[in-house]
Each structure stands twice: as C-alpha cells, then as structure tokens.
C-alpha cells in the first residue's frame, strides 16, 4: 500500500510554468506505476501522465504532450509533473495515483489533490 501527497499547485498566468510533486509513503512505491489525473468541477476525471518505476517508459494525453514532463526520483519517494506554456483549459485539481499492478490501467491509490488554476 501507499499514500500519496501533492503539493505545488498554485494561481500563475497563461504562459507560465508551474512543477507539481508527489511524495509517496510506502516500501513498494518503486514499483507502481504513478500517474498524474486532473478534474475542473463538472467535467470528468482526465489522464494527463503516467511513469513506470524505472522511469523508460511515460504517457501523456494529447492535451499536454510537448508542454508538461512526468518524472520520478525513486531514491526520494516522489514523482514531478513540470508544466510549461500553462494554458486556462489546465484549470484543474490535479491528482497523482498509483497502481501497484504496473500496468497503466488499475489506479488504486489517490492523493488529495492540488489546485492549479491559470488565468488568461
């Protein structure tokens, strides 16, 4: 089991960047593949990464390929999403979760979320 805890969200203006993180609880964290979800009030829940735990191989939903990276530092328990070119439409509570089956599909474990909020 983990718990998960994100931090780093925050209120910045169209165009900035903004590194979110996600510090993990747990002996098998390296293991899990941790993803990056995000939910604006009355839409649905939207995949935005994913990590494996030897960090080669990494997903990205269309909407943010080219301007946000998905990392992981196992040594430190955490997992970063850094996003650039921040748009209005990123307006979101971003979580991070993880799932122990590894296999980018099953996300059994949430955090709390953050808030980031971008203003045109």
């Known amino acids: 089991q983990v718990q998960l805890l994100e931090s780093g969200g925050s209120l910045v203006q169209a165009g900035a960047s903004l590194s979110l993180s996600c510090a993990a609880s747990?002996?098998?964290?390296?293991?899990?593949?941790i993803g990056w979800f995000r939910q604006d009030p009355g839409k649905p829940r939207e995949f935005v990464a994913a990590?494996?735990?030897?960090?080669?191989?990494?997903r990205y939903s269309d909407s943010v390929k080219g301007r946000f990276t998905i990392s992981r530092d196992n040594a430190r328990s955490s997992v970063y999403l850094e996003m650039n070119d921040l748009k209005p439409e990123d307006t979101a509570v971003y979580y991070c979760?993880?799932?122990?089956?590894?296999?980018?599909?099953?996300?059994?474990?949430w955090g709390q979320g953050t808030l980031v909020a971008v203003f045109a």
């Open positions: 990590i494996n735990g030897r960090s080669d191989e990494s």
């Open positions: 747990g002996r098998l964290f390296s293991s899990y593949v």
């Open positions: 979760a993880g799932d122990p089956r590894a296999n980018f599909e099953y996300y059994d474990y």
